[in-house]
């Protein structure tokens, strides 16, 4: 008869039996802790008798099935309660064909089988394992392997669905287990080509074998990390590999995902391209330009020669982009740099280093080879270009240091090609200078007198002198030239050729012209009546300043008159035919201002330029009038001066006079007026207060005035 199994269930018969005997109670004993060891199992337990009717099931068991402890009344089948569940649909599996399902799962338990896994209609998972006893009856194993399958199923859907490549591979024979969908498009094998093929079938070829020889015959997992991978195409690829150890079907495998960064890659190498390149010319950048001369500073050990820097600047090219436009200053940049390009070696590097500076890295040391090559590359860009229907021309200059003897670091080699530049530069156009040593001092100095300048004009240690203009029929004085000087701290007075070229090309000019201008108009409006200012001006002022706002400012602030202001300018104004120079000139002229031609004889067309303004005075440039004594063909131009401004009706003025003859030979030229040492050299302010309010200086008695410290030696 069936025993059952629960012993808080003892059939009361027992229990009103008066004694056990020992052997009895034993037993019974021990079948409690079988129950209680049964029921601490994780596992579901049930045995069946030969006739599968149940004999034993722990706690676990009832669970599993949600049945309370007693349900089986005694003598009940198994297959009766699974019938009873077929009936109530508890097994999504047999639904439709309840018999055969039930006949399939009562021969599993008369001839068990491996494991199997069944599908509760609740959706929980349960394994299934049945074993026959040595009776003839069966023990059930039941586990709840929900959590299980869950966790298996969105491993699959990672796996499946997943859009990066992925693969699991026998961790000792390395052959593909299972490869998802991203991985079958992005090879281009098939699922079933893939299943079993090895893994390292999809590694380059070289990685192919480096992988195999390394591994030798004992495969082992494939390391992380950058590996190119070949496609069934044969396109290659790079891919960063990540892999998981992991078990699969009781054996170790590996779980392979592959992302392939080869685009990544190419976009990296392209910004890295860019960082290096310049975007207008695709020629190598500064960065790179200078990384390469870092290279071969560092391989030219010896201390000799090994290549030369070429600093290059075109000339005019500003003027380009203001007249045309950036776009066809960019295209000219654009036909530079092929150019430039066609003219060096291959060992050679053509850079941008911005602007319109460019720079090439030659290698040799060849002094002569690199003066040919300077100028194949000046005759080059020489050509003229044909930009938008524009015929175009522009210049280059170049700077030239040798490495490493002009410099064994980039910072310094640069320096001195552009030391070399700027010295081109400052010969005009279209030159080209080696680097020498004393560029530097030059440099040095120059920067030190910037500074120097600049502070002089904020703490007004520039003021004008004056030198007197004289009447050279009365003998008197008619006028003075205001003669900029700086008052310097340690040099004493600096004259003004030392200091007005540096301040236009820096652009302190405009600053220091209002001052002068507006020093001499107060000053001079403290003279008498008759006695005029003489101002010169810059052509810079022109180009930079509004001059007609600055002169009517000086008049208005000082009360002087402008008849009585004189500005002189050079030929150099009047090279670049420019509009508005002309304009400045005319409306300064309708102030009431008169207009010298200074330094008259010394430019290139003067004449054409005397007929382009209606100028009031033409000063003869004093090497004319140095000569006059000695050089029959000075006197000849005097001469001709002379009787140009009597016809065109301006005033001339000699410079320079500094002997007793000249003055001789000027008056009996009919020349109006003099100025020069025999007169005098610039006076201060004072002196010149002074000077105005003494006694006149006699025509005929004209006598030099006392030397000053400026007067030159001849
Ligand atoms: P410049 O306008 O032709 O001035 C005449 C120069 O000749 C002055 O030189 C003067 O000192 C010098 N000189 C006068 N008489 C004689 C003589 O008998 N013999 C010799 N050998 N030289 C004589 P300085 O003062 O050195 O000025 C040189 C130039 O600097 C001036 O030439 C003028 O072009 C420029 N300059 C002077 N002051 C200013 C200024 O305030 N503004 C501008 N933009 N330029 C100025
Ligand atoms: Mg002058
Ligand atoms: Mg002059």
Known sequence: MPVNPRSDALPAAQQSRAALDLAERAALKAQTRLRAALDALPEGIVFLDEEGRYILWNKRYAEIYHRSADLFAPGAKLADTLRVGVQRGDYPEAVGREEAWLAERLNMMANPGPPHEQRLADGRWILIEERRTDDGGNIGIRVDITELKQREESFRLLFDANPVPMFLYEARSLSIVAANKAAVDHYGYSAFQLKDMSVLTLYDGEEHEALRRAMGDRPAQLPDGMWRHRKRDGAQVEVTLFQRELEWGGKPAVLLAAVDVTERRRAEARVAHMARHDALTSLPNRTLHRERVEALLAASKSGEDSFALVLIDLDHFKTVNDTLGHS???????????????????????????????????????????????????????????????????????????????????????????????????????????????????????????????????????????????????????????????????????????????????????????????????????????????????????????????????????????????????????????????????????????????????????????????????????????????????????????????????????????????????????????????????????????????????????????????????
Request: aromatic share 6%; glycine share 10%.
């Open 328 to 714: 066809v200053g960019d295209r000219l940049l654009q036909e530079v740099a092929v150019r430039l390009q066609l003219c060096v070696g291959t060992a050679d590097m053509v850079a941008r280093l911005g602007g319109d500076e460019f720079a090439v890295i030659h290698a040799g040391a060849d002094r002569d080879a690199v003066i040919t090559l300077v100028e194949r590359m000046a005759a080059e860009v020489n050509r003229p270009y044909v930009l938008d229907g524009h015929q175009v021309l522009v210049g280059a200059s170049f700077g030239i240091a040798m490495a490493p003897s002009d410099g064994d670091d980039p910072d310094r080699l640069l320096k001195s090609a552009d030391l070399a530049l700027y010295k081109a530069k400052g010969e005009g156009r279209g030159m080209f200078r080696f680097f020498e040593e004393t560029m530097d001092n030059e440099l040095q100095a120059r920067l030190k007198l910037e500074t120097e300048l600049r502070a002089a004009i904020a703490q007004g240690e520039l003021s004008p002198h004056y030198q007197p203009l004289v009447n050279l029929e009365s003998g008197r004085v008619c006028g003075f030239e205001a003669l900029v000087r700086w008052n310097h701290p340690e040099r004493g007075i600096v004259p003004p050729g030392e200091f007005i070229p540096l301040a236009e090309e820096i652009g302190l000019i405009g600053a220091i012209g209002k001052q002068v201008l507006n020093q001499a108009c107060r000053d001079a409006a403290s003279w008498p009546e008759d006695i005029k200012i003489a101002v010169n001006l810059s052509p810079v002022q022109f180009k930079t300043t509004n001059l007609t706002e600055t002169v009517v400012q000086a008049l208005a602030n000082s009360g002087l008159s402008p008849h009585r202001l004189d500005l002189e300018i050079t030929e150099a104004l009047l090279m670049d035919k420019d509009g508005g120079t002309l304009a400045t000139l005319n409306g300064l002229r309708s102030l009431g201002v008169g207009i010298s031609m200074d330094d008259f004889g010394t430019g290139y067309s003067s004449l054409s330029y005397l007929r382009s303004f209606p100028f009031t005075k033409i000063k003869i440039d004093q090497s004319f009038v140095r000569d006059l004594a000695t050089s029959a063909d000075s006197q000849a131009i005097v001469r001709a001066i002379l009787s140009l401004g009597s016809s065109l009706g301006m005033t001339v003025t000699a410079e320079g006079v500094e002997r007793p003859e000249d003055l001789d030979y000027l008056r009996q030229e009919g020349c109006a007026e003099g100025q020069g040492y025999y007169f005098s050299a610039a006076r201060t302010a004072e002196e010149v207060l002074e000077m105005v309010g003494g006694p006149r200086v006699q025509a005929t008695e004209a006598t030099p005035v006392e030397a000053s410290p400026e007067r030159r030696t001849a």
